[in-house]
């Protein structure tokens, strides 16, 4: 189960039961250059860890954002400065090549 902490802000709190905690692509997007986004960003992480959830940073688009959400103690990111979206088959393919490659 993962809880969307975009629901969090038009509600206040949120409180449930979650594993895992995906952060909305609308506070990371800008973290680089927003202090109130990654002062957000930032206590969620640190509110969902000391909850032990995972946390997943959405909207991740470039190396730079990715840097920044990493040391802020994010588990997972994903987004287009992660990998650009591909249709599932070619996915499937590399998965396979990767394993029979032994890089899984």
């Known amino acids: 189960m993962a809880e969307d902490w975009s629901g969090f802000a038009a509600s206040g709190v949120v409180v449930n039961k979650a594993q895992t905690?995906?952060?909305?692509g609308q506070f990371v997007r800008?973290?680089?250059t927003d202090p109130t986004d990654r002062i957000f960003?930032?206590?969620?992480?640190?509110i969902a860890?000391?909850?032990?959830?995972?946390?997943?940073?959405?909207f991740v688009e470039n190396h730079d954002v990715l840097e920044t959400?990493?040391?802020m103690g994010s588990d997972f990111a994903q987004g287009f400065g992660i990998h650009r979206p591909e249709p599932l088959e070619s996915m499937v393919s590399m998965t396979t090549a990767m394993r029979v490659a032994g890089l899984d």
């Open 69 to 71: 959400v990493q040391s």
């Open 21 to 24: 905690t995906i952060i909305d």
């Open 41 to 46: 960003v930032k206590s969620i992480i640190d």
């Open 49 to 58: 860890h000391t909850m032990n959830m995972r946390i997943v940073s959405e």
């Open 30 to 32: 800008d973290i680089t």
